[in-house]
């Protein structure tokens, strides 16, 4: 009996083994190449103001949130670019979304269906308020000493975030199905990598923008550059 | 006679209809949860028609004929997002519907249709869950509580700690009164904006009063609405009921409304100071107030629903504390809709003999009626009413008014000369006619636009003399002494004999 354990055992572990040190090797393996995207919105940026009557410490007593942030050369942040057709393993990074300064950070954060750890680095009440059609709805205090909740978002669709003691606090959780997407930096650019080689529908999606589609040709080991403007 | 011959057979009877009772409790007892699901939809249909669609709407969306005008809304059963639950899933058991059904929802315009039977409502039950069947296609799962604990002075001030390491008071106010710092904020599932409960109004609570349906509330959150869950957000599983604990120990279960104003008889001094101890020792009358509705502009949506009326008396003067709710101390700003928070205690200008009182909505042209008034920022003032815009403030005001807002509350003490010859005059004993208006500003509320009462009477307690203090201990002086004579008297004759 113990030694048809050892043998169990043992056949385990060289399976994990190969799991762990090979599936990495495989996707390079795959030799895919990087979609590099950069977003330009041509109308001007959409900042709020908000006077602050609580929380002053940490929220400070004006804010600014950015609703349509617009870098230099009209770049566009906050933006979402995923490859809708292409499959793949789902990363396992650990997927955060920190309350900050009375803001959700990032605002658009994209993730794979599973587990999400969303912080309260403010030491104040916050509520984890979603709405969403296919998952269920969460509506969860998050007083000071609860520094991290787990909940799971498993069908992939938008989940707006919305703070009740704090309404100018709005985010969104995007769950992708596959492991291809990618949010644009202050200057509205992100880099996809590793796409499979082929022709690829992508879809780029601002949250108070018209989201738009365009096709896309990636080459093994090789960037192909993709300008998009969205509009209104 | 027949009624005795009635009682036999129908004590028979109701032993069979006992048994069968019973039987059928057992039969519920044994069922597991989801018993309650044996409502028939197309049967509740045509009693909903009837009675629940000129608010919910025919399509189950809301929007009856009727919604307009309320606040808060009513339901959109299409979402199937309900706010009592005792689940832990996101729709709500079939008893819970049935319970909201049955008892309506206190603070709402929901009423209660306890007067339907159970079978009528079970079969609404049934075809309110058609309108989103998708959300109830999961069967419920109760919502588990940790074990009770009981109201003590221990666990209320655990739930005072709680309370304040949670931040209730961000919606709810520091003492409870729906005044926190987000309540200007906050918004319903469909965006429309949505008040907190004020925690010292129990009656008001939608999914109940007492500590059991406020743990529950805790526990699952009130969906629809910015009210979290807080199961899994305190420090201890019991702190629920600590909490629940704490928060029924705000406010009383029941507003217990007066139907007289007495005012009480003093020697001393009337305080003029509302956060004068004097004022603690007189207990509150509570006065139920409603949006006036019979003129233009209406208010179907009063924010003032209760002020608490303490009066008190002596030779020379009256005075009146009334202590009210309201979330924000208002500045005046008209361009926003934003008008002075104001209140005002209304009297006929002649208290006659007779039942004839003048209208109830400050007069009218053919009789008047008198008002002390009280306006933030202006201070207390007299006046004449023929009507709600028919106001003639007196040029020799004589009125004295001092109020404190503090933590979403008022308290104001007017004071003025009992006896007067230009203004009703305050004499004990005598029933006077007495009616209440309010305004809170900071909700939009100004000139007609208001809540009110109809009248109540006043009475001024007569003063007590200092007889109770020799006759009562006279009698029984008296009649002790008239005993020891009989005693005597009785002992005297048997000796003789």
Known sequence: ?????????????????????????????????????????????????????????VCGKEKKIDKIAVGPNKGLADTLVWVTDAKGPATSKPVALDQKGCEFHPRVLPMPPGEIDILNSDGVLHNIHTFSSLNPTINKAQPKFKKVMKERLEKPEVVRVQCDVHSWMQGWIVVVPNP????????????????????????????????????????????????????? | MTRGAGATTGGRRSAWLLAALLSLLAAVVATPAGWAATGDANRGRDLYDRRCAPCHGVKGDGNGPAAELLDPRPRDFTTGVFKIRTTSTKAPSDQDLLAVITDGMPGTYMPAWGELSETDRRNVVAYVKT??????????????????????????KRGREMFEAIECNKCHGTEGRADGPSRPELKDDWGRPIKPANLTKRWTFRGGPTPQDIAMRLATGVNGTPMPSFIDSVEKPEDIWHLANYVASLGPASPNYATLVTAE?????????????????????????????TVDPRNVNPAVDMVAVR????????AFHLTWDDATQSTPDPAKHVYADAVSVQFPVTVGAGPERPYFLMGDDAEGV???????????????????TKITPMTASEVTGTAVFRNGQYRLVLKRARVRKDAPAFAPGVFVPIAFQAWDGGAGETGPKMSLTSWYYLRLEEPQSNRRFVVPPLV??????????IVRTARRWTRNA
């Open chain 2, 311 to 318: 009066a008190a008396y002596n030779d020379r003067e009256i």
């Open chain 2, 131 to 156: 309108f989103a069947p998708d959300r109830f296609k999961e069967a419920p799962t109760p919502q588990a509580l940790p074990p009770t604990v009981g109201p003590s002075p221990e666990s209320v």
């Open chain 1, 180 to 232: 291809f997407f990618g949010v644009t930096d202050g200057r509205g650019v992100t880099k996809i990598e590793n796409v499979p080689p082929g022709k690829h529908p992508i879809e780029v999606w601002h949250p108070l923008l018209a989201k738009q589609a365009k096709e896309v040709e990636v080459k093994a080991g090789q960037t192909v550059k993709v300008a998009v403007e969205l509009k209104k």
């Open chain 2, 265 to 293: 008889a003093v020697r001393g001094a009337l305080p003029g100071d509302p956060n004068a101890d004097f004022w603690t020792t007189i207990a509150p009358e509570n006065i139920a107030l409603v949006g006036q509705v």
């Open chain 2, 476 to 485: 029984a002086l008296l009649t002790v002494a008239a005993m020891a004579l």
């Open chain 2, 370 to 388: 008198y008002l002390l008034r009280w306006e933030n920022g202006k201070g207390a003032t007299e006046a004449t009413a023929n009507g709600p």
């Open chain 1, 1 to 57: 009996m113990r030694k048809v354990l050892a043998v169990v055992g043992a056949v385990a572990l060289t399976v994990a083994a190969v799991a762990f040190v090979g599936l990495p090797v495989r996707a390079g393996a795959q030799a895919g190449g990087t979609i590099e995207v950069e977003v330009r919105y041509n109308g001007s940026p959409v900042i709020e103001d908000v006077k602050v009557n609580k929380d002053v410490e």
